[in-house]
Each structure stands twice: as C-alpha cells, then as structure tokens.
T-cell receptor
Framework: GAVVSQHPSRVICKSGTSVKIECRSL??????MFWYRQFPKQSLMLMAT?????????EQGVEKDKFLINHASLTLSTLTVTSAHPEDSSFYIC????????????????FGPGTRLTVL | AQSVTQPDIHITVSEGASLELRCNYS??????LFWYVQSPGQGLQLLLK??????LVQGIKGFEAEFKRSQSSFNLRKPSVHWSDAAEYFC???????????FGGGTRVLVKP
C-alpha cells in the first residue's frame, strides 16, 4: 500500500529557533501534498496545500511566513516552522495524494504518522 | 462554510458488542464523505468513503457507513468490535474536487474486555 513517512516523529526546540519537518511519499509520486495541524484532543485543521513546483496555498488564518512550505520534488514536501514559539507546539500531519489518481475529491489521501513539535 | 459534527467525544464498548459512531455535516449539497481511523503512532487510515451510488458503504476492518441525506448524516457502524478497534475515529467531508478535507472533532473509542 501507499506509505507516507514523516521525519522527525518528535522534536523539541527552543523558542525562536526554526524547525523543519519532512513528508515523503515512499512508493508513489505526489504532486499534491497537504499539511494539517492537530491540537491535543482536537481535530485536524488543514493548514496548506503543497504543490510540486509551485507555491503552496495556505488556508485562511495561516501565516505563510511563519509556516514555510517547499515541495521541491514529487516525493518530498517540507514544512518549516520559523521562529517557533510555545503556541506553535502541536502535532503536524502531512498527507499525499497519489499522482495516479484522477485528482477528484473522491481520491484517497495517504497520511503520514505525524510529527509532535514541542517548543520550550 | 461546511462543518462536520461528531457528537460523541468518547464511546466505551465491550468487546464483541456493536458500535455506532455518529457524524453530521452541514452543507447545501451532498459532499464527499469519509471515515478515518487514527491509532497512536500511526497515520490516519481510510476506512471507507462515499460520493455517490448505494448509500450503504462497506469499508475495511468490517466497518460500514450509511449516508442519509434527509438527516445529513454518515454514521459508522461495526457489528462486533475487537480490542484492536480502540482508536480515534474521524469523519471528514470534501464539498468539491480538490481534496480539501474538513474533519469532525473525532470520537475516541475504548474497548472493554
């Protein structure tokens, strides 16, 4: 089956530093990937849609300069949390839509296991 | 804006008993509907999806869901739960092409021996 990995699985950083999270589709190509944020005991909130070779599309209320997304290849998207603060502590989840699909709404997204970010 | 409501935050069920998880959505048209399961340390896994056709959808792991347009609901069911079904379950909708999923708040299922 389609596998999506995330690295690191867990990261602790100091306030003011930047953290990069990688999302990789291991056995398929993904022009489109998605980044979500999940607060404890809450649901997933879509942050942005990452498109290979073009700028990411951010959801309303998400600071694009704070959360930098780079989708440089068909199997890798990165999310960089810049100048992290304690309120950025959260569980970040990525998903990828396989390029073999038609691109419609019924196509499945494959989710990574998530990255837990703790900012001290 | 579309929204998804899962009224039950927690459900405890005995192993072997039946399970039903509720999901209601608010959107003018019929959206694309999904159920995902999230286990600790693992990514969300798609259980089933509905976008047209038969309103009773069969999924993996013995789950099924029924779309009821009149009630704007897409409830998930399993006739007999196993201890391995203990997890967090999310209902999600996508109103149009683009895969922009809106998730419900989730229901945590605990399974008693």
């Amino acid at each position: 089956g389609a596998v999506v990995s995330q690295h690191p699985s867990r990261v602790i950083c100091k306030s003011g530093t930047s953290v990069k999270i990688e999302c990789r589709s291991l056995d398929f190509q993904a022009t489109t990937m998605f980044w979500y944020r999940q607060f404890p005991k809450q649901s997933l909130m879509l942050m942005a849609t990452s498109n290979e070779g073009s700028k990411a599309t951010y959801e309303q209320g998400v600071e694009k300069d704070k959360f930098l997304i780079n989708h440089a290849s068909l199997t890798l998207s990165t999310l960089t949390v810049t100048s992290a603060h304690p309120e950025d502590s959260s569980f970040y989840i990525c998903s990828a839509r396989a390029d073999t699909t038609s691109g419609g709404a019924a196509d499945e997204q494959f989710f990574g296991p998530g990255t837990r970010l703790t900012v001290l | 804006a579309q929204s998804v409501t899962q009224p039950d935050i927690h459900i405890t069920v005995s192993e072997g008993a039946s399970l039903e998880l509720r999901c209601n959505y608010s959107y003018g048209a019929t959206p694309y509907l999904f159920w995902y399961v999230q286990s600790p340390g693992q990514g969300l896994q798609l259980l089933l999806k509905y976008f047209s056709g038969d309103t009773l959808v069969q999924g993996i792991k013995g789950f099924e869901a029924e779309f009821k347009r009149s009630q704007s609901s897409f409830n998930l069911r399993k006739p007999s739960v196993h201890w391995s079904d203990a997890a967090e379950y999310f209902c999600a909708v996508d109103k149009a092409a683009g895969n922009k999923l809106t998730f419900g708040g989730g229901t945590r299922v605990l399974v008693k021996p």
